[in-house]
Structure formats: structure tokens, C-alpha cells
């Protein structure tokens, strides 16, 4: 543990520096801050930013995104982003229009537009099922969505070719035991 | 006093051993062909590459195993509980590389974490940024989650080996020990016949529900079969960091109820009702036993959350808390809140509930873990035997019955069994809570994400983290392992290496 004691330091500073750079832009409350004190935050207008992950799910007026928070907002692994934590962030009811602002939902392929949400924060919303939200009224596209590149790195390629050409030798040894066994 | 003749195991057991171990790795890497297919069918070639790594080292480790180590001769009953063991370990270490490759963990030991709680249907996870993971890396969590829940012996019984003597020892030191015909192997393909059957129901309704709420097809399709995977295992994998949370949905709920419901039934059960005796589910000592637990544990969560109002509405209150709670007691882990919420707004009284849900789990011989409702009931009915007997006259004879399948009569070895296991259960549960404390976290919380990993459940409020002390992270890894063998073949490991230093 003492060991990886400066690693987790530098994780945790990282996490929160990137954190800040989010956070910062919009005076906004972190995800973190709204779980951990959902009861402070209930009722309260509230100003998120965030990546928009996924998908949008269009229901009739309203439509649900999910915004991260969390520092892969910022780069995602794909992206070559160190592993620093879970995601993290809220779910957010907009209305359709608003949502259809959104260029890009981040995923493996994409890191997602970048949002600006203003709305009320429900700690348990009655109307949507007791579920953690924010009904935004507001939603303002920050940064837009960026294509994610990926590279097959040469010495994955190397393992593969020499992992193939050990299962082939492998397969033919187990395969001249057995016939040998037999006759 | 005469000590025991401790035997030392033969270079032919080894062989034995060996041979069938390489045959169930070599099942494991053609899993890893699902990855696969769905990293080229989504053009992730990194992915693809790692998964071509992972499936050509357990292919080649396997195929080695059984060139180096060949014997024509077949198992026997002391070699299945070594087999399950060795199994099982080669197929989480070899299942990790795959995962290792991603780049989305800290160290090996999060990938070894993350595909025990996969085999062992736990459904916790350390594996960071999923909300940008790849469709194959996806792919592959709900395909070691379905395997590990039907059984990954299992599977190669009903893929792999052609009848051996000694094969039913395999499936009960894999905790299946229910045998719905007099062939092992052909029982096993039921139960895989009945899972595909459920799969391929429950993936269209789910994809079908989530086209409704907003998803686009090919996500909604995906989400539909991974969802499936995640429930009718029990597991509690989800695509999305968010869990089932992401749906916002009673409809999709209520799916994932029925679903992850049936996968905590026995296969039994399962069988027994598709045979078209459908009243088997209501006489059943687990599903009564059931019934009884999920009811009380309700109302004394919904008792504390009410007092701490954090939903003012009967039904929103009603909504969340069943969900978790059948979630936890079908040791599934879905959940529909925050991890975090649980200790932020839940409270320690509907905690409790949920840990004791988890603590009793489901049934016997399916993808469920935790003491099983088959010993809950086994344990009360024998509470009731003795009150019996001590109101009765001397002479009296007490017999009690219970229905599981069939009626039986309460023997004094059923009820030694029951106790046997559940004692074994609750004390690894305390030692995990220990463990949870001395590392630092409070008692509760510790003890919700211990319970969590041994009973294979998956909720978690928070402390299964990256970045946890890795005591701990390899104490919850035995744990998920222990708990899915139900000790026995564990155990056996253990007296196997002692066989071998000190046998004769």
C-alpha cells in the first residue's frame, strides 16, 4: 500500500485539477458534491457541466441525457486518459428541443459534446419515479463533440501473431499424442 | 490416537487433473469469440487484437496442458472439486488479459477482481470509464456473467466432454447439484435450452422496451441482451455506469424484475414448471421461503426510509425500495439509485435490510448466491420441529415435511447441512466485514459491499473502488470465489495441497 501511496496522490490531485477545469468554467456543482449531499441541493436551481454520454432518450416534450462530470470529460481512456476513478454524473430532464441541440453522445468512438445545464436539482423527484435529477431549463453546448482515433499498437500485433502460431503448435502436439495414444 | 492415512495424490491424479483443466480453458477462450465478433462487427480493431491475444492464450495454454499432461483415463470423484478448483482459477487469470489490455484498470488485481465478480455472477466491478468503453470489452463482461451463471464446468459438460464417468461431481462442485435428468450431460443442456429460451425472450422485450423509452435500435438491441445477461444471471453487470438507473423506466424495471427473478429460481424449478407443473412454484419451500424474507425485509426498509422521508410518495417509496431489495435478495445488484445513496440517503436501517437480503439470497441451484432460501427454510422448519417435540407427549413421534421437487421428510443430516453451510457463510461475512473495518471504512459500509461480494449480490454503497487497499480487493475476490463454490471446492484446493506436502 505504501508503494502505491504516491501514485494514488498524484491520481487524486489529478482527479481534482481536471475536476476544477470542469467545474470551474460554470461555477457548477460537481455530481460528487450532489450525491453526497443530495438533501442541501433538493429544490435548488443549479448550474452542471458536463460531457453528454450515450444516447438521448426522447420522450414526448422531455427528453433524459446523462452528463459526466468526471475527469474522462475531459479525455477519455480510449483517448490515451490514465485511469483515474469511476464515472461520475447526473441525469438531466431537458426539453426535447433543447436536447436536440446536442451534436455528439460520448461512447468508445466519441468524446461527447461538452453541456452547460441550468435547472432545478430533485434529490428524489417525485414525478420521475423518486430518480436523482436535474430538470434543466437552459442547455448550452460548451465544446462539441471530437471523433476518438485508435491505434492497434505494434506489439499487441507481435503477441497476437506469436500466441496464433502457439495455439497452432500447441493444437498439433495435443492432437500427435492422442493418435499416438490410440494406435 | 491413530492419525488419519492422508494419501498423496498420484502423477496420474495430475495428469487427470491437468488434462481436464486444459479441456475447460480451451471453452474459455472460445467464449472469447463473442468479444470478439462484436469488436470486428463494431470495427474496434484494439479490441479485436486483445481479444485474439486472450483466445489464443487460453487456447494455447489449454492445448499444452492437454498435449503435456495427456491420459486416456477418466475422472473420478476425487478429481472433480480439484478440477472445478483448478478450472477456475486458469479461466480468471487467462479471462483477465483480455481486460488487462484495455487500459481501463489500475492494476492486474482489478481484472482479476473484475472477472471473478463476472464468473461468480457478483456484478461489482473496478473497471473505470465505462460510460467509453468498447462494444467487444462490453460484450465480454455479460458473456463471463451468463457463462459463470449457467456454470462455466457446466458449459463445458454440455460443449466439451462426452460422457466420462464422474462429470455429475464436476456440476455439483460448481454448486448445481440438482440432476433434472438421470445424464448429467443431458441435464446440463436443459438448463442451457431453458436459459436460451429466456434469453431469447427477454432480449427482444427488453430491446423492444428500450426502443420505446428512446434508444436508437442497434444500442437498444445490445443494451436488450446485455441487460438479459446481466439479470437472468443474477449478476448485475450494466452497460452503463448508471446501472439500470439509466432507463428511468417502471416498464424496463418491472422486465428486469421477471427476469432476474427467474435466474434466482432453481433450474429445478425452471424444469419442473416447464414439464407443466406450474403449482411446483407455489409449494416450493424456496419460493415460500422467499416470499416470507423479501416481504419483511420490504416493510422494514420502507419503515426506515419513510421515517427518514426521502420519498414522500407511497408509490415512489414503494417503487425504489422493491426494486432493490428483490435486486439484493435474488443477489442480482441492479440498482436504480446512486451507490452512494444508499449511506447519503438511505440510512442504516434500509441497509440493513438490503444486507440481510443479500446475507439469504436465492435459490439453490441456480445463478444465485448468498445461504440459499432452501436453508432458510430447512433451518425454520427444524425451529418448528423442535417447538413441536416440546409441547408433544413423550411417546410422539414429530416428523416434519418440506417440498422442494419432492416431499421430504426433515432428517437431523438435512437440517446438519443447513446449518453447516449458513455457519460457513456468516462467518465469512464477518470476516470480510472485519477486513472492510480494518482497512478504514465504517462498520456499515463495510459490511453492505463485504456481504455484497460474498453472497456474489453486486450492490455496492461506494467502498468497491479503484484505488481500494488491495488486502482488501484480494479478500473480496476469495470471498465472491467461496461463495459461488459454496466452500466445497475451495476447500478441497486446500486439501489437495496439503495431500501433496503431507500424504503418504
Not at chain 1, 471530437?146 to 495455439?167: C, D, I, M, Q, Y
Not at chain 2, 471453452?27 to 462484436?38: E, I
Not at chain 2, 456484478?123 to 465480454?140: P, T
Request: charged share 15%.
Amino acid at each position: 500500500m505504501r508503494r502505491r501511496a504516491p501514485l494514488l496522490a498524484v491520481l487524486v490531485l489529478s482527479m481534482m485539477l481536471t475536476h476544477a477545469a470542469v467545474a470551474s468554467a460554470s461555477s457548477a456543482v460537481s455530481s460528487i458534491e450532489l450525491v453526497e449531499h443530495a438533501e442541501k441541493w433538493d429544490g435548488v436551481t443549479i448550474t452542471f457541466t458536463g460531457e453528454v454520454i450515450g444516447e438521448a432518450m426522447e420522450r414526448g416534450d422531455i427528453t433524459w441525457l446523462h452528463v459526466n462530470d468526471d475527469p474522462y470529460a475531459l479525455r477519455t481512456i480510449p483517448e490515451g486518459a490514465e485511469p483515474s476513478g469511476f464515472n461520475s454524473g447526473q441525469a438531466i430532464i431537458v426539453p426535447t428541443e433543447l436536447a436536440r441541440l446536442v451534436t455528439g453522445f460520448g461512447d468508445y468512438d466519441t468524446r461527447g459534446d461538452i453541456v452547460e445545464v441550468t435547472g432545478v436539482f430533485h434529490a428524489a423527484d417525485p414525478e420521475h419515479g423518486g430518480d436523482m435529477t436535474i430538470e434543466a431549463s437552459s442547455l448550452k453546448l460548451i465544446e462539441p463533440a471530437r471523433p476518438v482515433e485508435h491505434n492497434v499498437p505494434l506489439g499487441k500485433l507481435v503477441w497476437l501473431a506469436g500466441l496464433a502460431s502457439l495455439t497452432a503448435a500447441s493444437y498439433v502436439a495435443h492432437r500427435l499424442r492422442r493418435s499416438h495414444h490410440l494406435a | 490416537m491413530a492419525r488419519a492415512l492422508i494419501l498423496r495424490p498420484t502423477a496420474e491424479d495430475h495428469r487427470i487433473i491437468a488434462t481436464y483443466t486444459g479441456r475447460v480453458v480451451v471453452g474459455v477462450g472460445l467464449l472469447m469469440l463473442f468479444p470478439l465478433a462484436t469488436a470486428i462487427a463494431f470495427a474496434e480493431w484494439e479490441t479485436a487484437v486483445d481479444f485474439g491475444i486472450g483466445m489464443f492464450a487460453c487456447m494455447s495454454f489449454g492445448f499444452l496442458l492437454q498435449a503435456i499432461f495427456h491420459t486416456r483415463n477418466g475422472l473420478r470423484r476425487s478429481h472433480a472439486f480439484m478440477i472445478v478448483s483448478a478450472s477456475w482459477i486458469a479461466a480468471t487469470l487467462l479471462g483477465a488479459i483480455p481486460l488487462a489490455l484495455a487500459g481501463h484498470y489500475s492494476s492486474f488485481l482489478d481484472c482479476v477482481f473484475d472477472v471473478m465478480s463476472g464468473y461468480t455472477t457478483t456484478g461489482l466491478y473496478l473497471l473505470q470509464d465505462l460510460d467509453h468503453v468498447a462494444n467487444g470489452l462490453n460484450m465480454w463482461r455479460f458473456v463471463m456473467t451468463f457463462a459463470g451463471g449457467q456454470g462455466i464446468i457446466v458449459m463445458a459438460l454440455t460443449f466439451l466432454f462426452k460422457g466420462t464417468p464422474g462429470t455429475f461431481q464436476l456440476s455439483v462442485g460448481e454448486g448445481k447439484e440438482e440432476r433434472l435428468l438421470p445424464n448429467v450431460i443431458n441435464t446440463a443442456r436443459i438448463i442451457w435450452m431453458v436459459s436460451f429460451v429466456w434469453m431469447l425472450v427477454g432480449t427482444i422485450a427488453l430491446a423492444l422496451i428500450g426502443l420505446s423509452l428512446g434508444q436508437q435500435p442497434v444500442r437498444a438491441a445490445l443494451h436488450g441482451l446485455w441487460v438479459f445477461m446481466g439479470s437472468f444471471s443474477t449478476g448485475g453487470f450494466a452497460p452503463q455506469s448508471y446501472n439500470t438507473f439509466w432507463y428511468h423506466s417502471p416498464v424496463f424495471e418491472a422486465a428486469c424484475i421477471i427476469i432476474f427473478f427467474a435466474g434466482s429460481l432453481n433450474f429445478a424449478l425452471h424444469w419442473a414448471v416447464w414439464t407443466k407443473d406450474r403449482r411446483e412454484i407455489l409449494r416450493s419451500i424456496e419460493t415460500r421461503s422467499f416470499a416470507v424474507t423479501l416481504t419483511v425485509l420490504i416493510a422494514a426498509a420502507s419503515f426506515g426510509l419513510a421515517k427518514a422521508n426521502v420519498y414522500p410518495e407511497a408509490v415512489t417509496l414503494f417503487r425504489k425500495v422493491f426494486y432493490q431489495l428483490i435486486s439484493a435478495h435474488t443477489t442480482t445488484g441492479f440498482g436504480t439509485i446512486y451507490s452512494r445513496s444508499f449511506v447519503t440517503q438511505w440510512g442504516p436501517a434500509a441497509m440493513f435490510a438490503i444486507i440481510i437480503a443479500m446475507v439469504i439470497g436465492g435459490s439453490s441451484a441456480s445463478t444465485a448466491g448468498g445461504i440459499k432460501g432452501l436453508r432458510v427454510g430447512i433451518i425454520t422448519k427444524s425451529f418448528i420441529q423442535d417447538i413441536r417435540r416440546m409441547v408433544s407427549p413423550d411417546s410422539a413421534v414429530v416428523k416434519i415435511k418440506y417440498h422442494h421437487i419432492r416431499d421430504t421428510i426433515l432428517t437431523d443430516e438435512i437440517v446438519r447441512g443447513a446449518f453447516t453451510i449458513t455457519v460457513a457463510f456468516l462467518t465469512m461475512h464477518a470476516i470480510v466485514t472485519f477486513v472492510g473495518v480494518l482497512s478504514g471504512y465504517p462498520l456499515v459500509e463495510a459490511m453492505f459491499d463485504g456481504v455484497s461480494a460474498a453472497s456474489n449480490t453486486g450492490l455496492s454503497c461506494g467502498v468497491v473502488a479503484p484505488g481500494m487497499p488491495w488486502g482488501m480487493e484480494l479478500v473480496l475476490t476469495i470471498a465472491m470465489w467461496l461463495g459461488r463454490m459454496e466452500f466445497l471446492s475451495v476447500f478441497a484446493l486446500a486439501g489437495w495441497a496439503w495431500s501433496v506436502v503431507r500424504g503418504r
